[in-house]
Nanobody, 123 residues
Framework: QVQLVESGGGLVQAGGSLRLSCAAS????????MGWFRQAPGKEREFVIS????????SYADPVKGRFTISRDNAKNTVYLQMNNLKPEDTAVYYC????????????????WGQGTQVTVSS
């Protein structure tokens, strides 16, 4: 069992940056793939970025390539999402997720989810 708690969301102007954190509790954090998803009002939850537990390989959704990065600190049981050059269309609730599936861009490959943190980007 893994519990996830996101933090770091807030209001930022377009072009600004935010860093989200996701603190995990429970066993074997380092063996989980970690992903970030987001859900804007009236839209379905969508994949943003992920990091493979074994070698740190990262995967990105096209809209965030070159702007968002993911990293993890296994000693702190924490995964980070660095978001730069934010755009109004990045406004959403951001969710951290942990899973062991091979398709790391798929929602159903993740078993554990945080409660989400709101990111609002003003124009």
């Amino acid at each position: 069992q893994v519990q996830l708690v996101e933090s770091g969301g807030g209001l930022v102007q377009a072009g600004g940056s935010l860093r989200l954190s996701c603190a995990a509790s429970g066993r074997s954090f380092s063996y989980y793939n970690m992903g970030w998803f987001r859900q804007a009002p009236g839209k379905e939850r969508e994949f943003v970025i992920s990091i493979f537990w074994k070698d740190g390989t990262t995967s990105y959704a096209d809209p965030v390539k070159g702007r968002f990065t993911i990293s993890r600190d296994n000693a702190k049981n924490t995964v980070y999402l660095q978001m730069n050059n934010l755009k109004p269309e990045d406004t959403a609730v951001y969710y951290c997720a942990a899973g062991i599936g091979s398709r790391r861009d798929r929602i159903n490959e993740y078993s554990y989810w945080g409660q989400g943190t709101q990111v609002t980007v003003s124009s």
